[in-house]
Structures are given as C-alpha cells and as structure tokens.
RNA sequence: CGGGGUGUGGCGCAGCCUGGUAGCGCACCUGCUUUGGGAGCAGGUGGUCGGAGGUUCGAAUCCUCUCACCCCGACCA
C-alpha cells in the first residue's frame, strides 16, 4: 500500500554534494545507502556529548510577540524577524526576500529529485489562459471564478477575448495534452511545472494565504482508472514523506470531503498539518480527476484494441504555503527554528575576539573549524560569520531568528582548549565538543535536532488530538483549545455544512485506515462506516 | 459586500478636542569606550503630516469629498 507509513530513515541531510557514479534508479526511493556514508558517527571517532546547559530560559527577543499573547502577530514577527518576506505594494501578494527564498529554493530541490525520482519531468506552460477554458468544465469554473484575476486589455486595446492569470493550469495543460496525446503508446504522461499562480483572495497572510504564490503543479494522463488512482496515491506518499522525513512535520493523510475537494475533480486527498495553534493546515493535494478534464478539453487516445477512449488525468501540487506551516509547527518566541535537513544554513560558525589579538587566534581556528565541517556537510550550507561591525550577542540573534539549527561558538578560550561551544536552536542547549571528531559530532546533533522536532511535533498532536463522541463535547473543544477530533459523521454535506457553522470546525481528512472503526455520527445517531478527522483550519 | 479602526521621517507613536508652520523612541550616520546573549556616551542625517478641495491672515489640527491599509465575518493551497 502506498499510503502506509514507513520510519524515519537515516539522517539524509541531502547537502552533501555526491559522486555522479550513484545515479539513482527511476521510482526507487534512495533510502539507506547515501544516509549510511555519514550516518552515525562509529564508537571510537564520536564524542559523547555531555547534556548541556541551555544558554537562556526566558524568552529573549524583543522584537518578537510571544505566541501566548498574540498567535497571529508572533507569525507576523517571526517573518519580519527572520527577513523572510514583506507586504509588497499590491494588496494580498508579497516579497520573498533572500532567506525565505532560500527555503523555498531547499524544498524545490528536494521535492523536485522526489518527483524526478518517480519518472516525472518539468515543463512551463503560460500565464495566461483564455478565459473560455476556464468555463469548459463545470464545476471548475464555478469553484475557482470568484478568485480570478482577468486581463482586459493589452497593448492598449481591449482584448476580444480576456485572459486570466493562471488560478491552477489542468486547463491549459488539457488543452494541449489534446494535442500530444494520440494512442496508449504516448501514456502515461508525467509532467510537473514549478510556477506562479493567482487567485485573489479576500483575506490574505503571508505564506499561508497570497494572492500570488509559487508553487509546484503536477499533472499525469493515464489510460485506466486504476493506473490515475495509483499516480494520485503515489504523490500523496510522496507529500507525507516530505513533509515528515525532511520539514519534521508530522502529517495526516486521507480523503477530502466533496465539499471539500478540489473543483472538477473525482477525488482529493491531502496531507494536513497540526499547528502549534492547534489549528490545521493543508499541506498538499494530491487529486484524481478521473475523465471530467479529459472530457471538457477532449483528450482521447486509440487503447490496445484500437477503440477511442478519453484518458484519466491527475493533479498534485503544493506551495510556499509549506513555509508557513514549517514556520507554524516548529518555531518559537525568539523565531524562526528550521529542521536541519531543510535549513538553508545548517550550521553558523561565530568567531568571538576582542582585539587584534584574540581575532588573530580565533580566524584560524574557525577556519579549521569550517573546514573540518566541510569534509561531512555541504559548504554551502555552512556560514561563517565574520562580520565584525556588529557585536557577539547581535549576532547570536541573528542566526537565532534566521532558525539555523546549530550554531558553532569560537572564542578565545576554546580556541586554548582546542574545542568549540555546540548551541542547539531549538533546545537552546550549549554543550563543549572538540574540534577532532567536529564533523561526526556535528552530523549526530543535527540528526537529533532532526528528530527531536519531528518527536516534538507528533507529541504535540497527539496530545491535541481527542476521540469524541459526544457533540456537546466536540463543540466545547472547537470552542475553547481547538485540535484535532476523531468523531463519527453520517457522510451528508448537510450536517458537515451544520457543524461547520456552528464550531467552526471542517472535516480535514476521511482517513485511510484499512480496518475502520463504524460507529455512530455524533450529530444524528445515524451509522457511520469510520471516524473522519474536524479541526479549525488555516 | 456588512461591522470596527488607522493613515504624521525606514519602523512604532505623540501632537488634533482648545489652528500659529512638527516632536519622541527605535533604526540610520560619525567619533570614542565596549564586545562569550540584543552596549554606553557625545554629535548628526532624515518628514511638511495618505490625496484633493474648502474655511482662515495662518491648517497635521476645523469642514467636505476621496484613496489606501488593518482587524472581524462570508470564499480559499
């Protein structure tokens, strides 16, 4: 079964520039082997690393609200603090400034290997797309008119025909898989676009909700049933797999209500995120939409008995949403915290002098300490810190609220003890290691940071996620802490519409569960064939 | 679109009621002293008060219109 859970692998920080012999085979995940070059460290060479002290207990940055007074300005001040993105002068689109981009730019490349990894291949299809094509399939025109942005006029004449700025592109792409597509011969089509959308919404926040955002859309032709329903399952694992193995965000999988899929589509599933809020958000989508766009853009093949027959198309994208919800599930009162395997800076070396002399000792040694890192992590994933107009404890903060995960301390007194200070971003724990060993010492914390957040975060759902049975009980916690409740629905888009606009509160996820548990809806006593997940959503 | 609010140096604000030609904190620049968790002192740069019109000798301040943004609700990756 695609869809089932696997373990967390092996540290696979992915920054290690590799030898082009280990190319990896099309649909095999590469899974232990590049993990098991730098894995643990062996007995002999890792240092034991004594439990730390951490450097501070109480929240320090004051530039930052604390999540406790104000949820929503401590996301607003975390991105501000970090420099990951700014209002832009348009209403509801923003600037993606340097550090944000660049973890935009992590998750790309890694959700792009996973793509490739399984057979897909990018291509570009256009901005703009004829208004008509848009009206060609029924319930797609209706879910996505409202929020469409439409060009009038161009090179200073009304157009005869408007075009809107691409809302999602099965459209277009339909449009010309007419073209390509002749026979079973030219299936399965497997194309991925990495891209801008628009879709104007009315209430905007940064990441989690832009009028503009980038994102990453892939959409298959297959010629059965069964071969787009495998396809949509395949990326829906692969989400889960990102989302876990490399943001440390644990997620649920599962079906989409009809209310809640996605508009022309048969079937949607997705992976949904818990926040720290408790409140969910939905990471990816993955969509089978069986022969509705194949129908309305008319994308027919010849099969193997010669007869016509329109093929089955899929849909999987996600965006820079993620960010948000990366930011949302592990950060904290000081700001950004990142997991190791997604950090576009994975480790900060800070040199600390106080004088020509102490600089002349320091330099060297934090030299050696960046080189003896280089030899297990990428040195692009490495910085060292040499500014020398801003002050220790300014610098600190910076790295601190750009979320790198370790951050490398040099100092006089280490450079003596030919060690230096570890300290962690997320526990804030400060520990001595030595400089012999640096490197394996190093990739054993940061596989534990990796873990540690991933650990973190599943706690924290699952203390946040409740059996209910009872709907007095479901309303008083929608009302009051919010999470995730198991509870039993009798599948009508009335009730799930009731409870809605009563709580708040919408079904995330009909789970996957192979050995569902029946029951009875919460709301009408009516039998219920297995319990579906309600939170208050992003 | 309905309800509430705000527009004054880069950011956050005061001044408006009781008109007299703009001030504070942070940031920024210079210098000295500092530097293992957001330094101190001294000096300095920067705005004509969202926009338009009106009242007045004189408007950030009063009046009219207008624009933008924010928060709450309905829609959404």
Known sequence: MP??????????????????????VPGTARRGTVAADFRRPRASR???????????????????????ENYNQWYLDVISAGQLADHAPVKGCMVIRPTGFAIWEQMQSRLDRMFKETGHVNAYFPVLIPESFLKREAEHVEGFAPELAVVTHAGGKLLEEPLVVRPTSETVIGHMYAQWIQSY?????????????MRWELRTRLFLRTS?????????????????????????????????????MPVLMGRKTDTEKFPGALRTYCVEAMMQDRKALQAGTSHNLGQNFARAFDIQFLDRGNERRHVHTTSWGSSTRMIGGLLMTHSDDDGLVLPPRIAPVQVVIVPLYKNDAERAAV???????????????????????????????????????????????????????????LVRRDTREKQSAPLAGLGQTTLALLERIQTDLFERARAFRQANTHRIDDYGEFRELMEGPGGFAEAHWNG?????????????????VIPLDEDPEPGRCMVTGEPSPRRVVFAVAY
């Open 3 to 24: 869809w089932r859970r696997k373990p967390l692998p092996a540290l696979d920080l992915g920054t290690r520039p590799r030898g082009r012999s280990r190319r990896p």
């Open 492 to 508: 009508s888009a009335q009730v799930e519409a009731r409870i809605k606009a009563e709580t708040k509160a919408t079904i995330r």
């Open 185 to 197: 011969r030219d299936l399965p089509v497997l194309i991925n676009q990495w891209c801008n959308v």
């Open 363 to 421: 330099m060297p040694f934090a030299e050696r300490v960046r080189a003896e890192l280089g030899g297990v992590l990428d040195p692009l994933h490495i910085r060292l810190d040499t500014r020398d107009d801003l002050r220790a404890a300014e610098r600190f903060f910076y790295w601190v609220q750009q979320g790198v995960p370790l951050r490398i301390e040099v100092g006089p007194r280490d450079v003596g003890q030919g060690a230096v200070m």
């Open 46 to 68: 890792g240092r034991p690393i004594q439990p730390g002290r951490t450097t501070h207990s109480e929240h320090m940055a004051k530039n930052i609200t604390p999540r406790a």
């Open 212 to 248: 503009e955002f980038l994102w990453q859309e892939g959409h298959t032709a297959h010629e059965t049933a069964e071969e787009a329903e495998e396809e949509t399952l395949r990326m829906l694992e692969i989400y889960r797999r990102f989302h876990e193995e490399l943001l440390a």
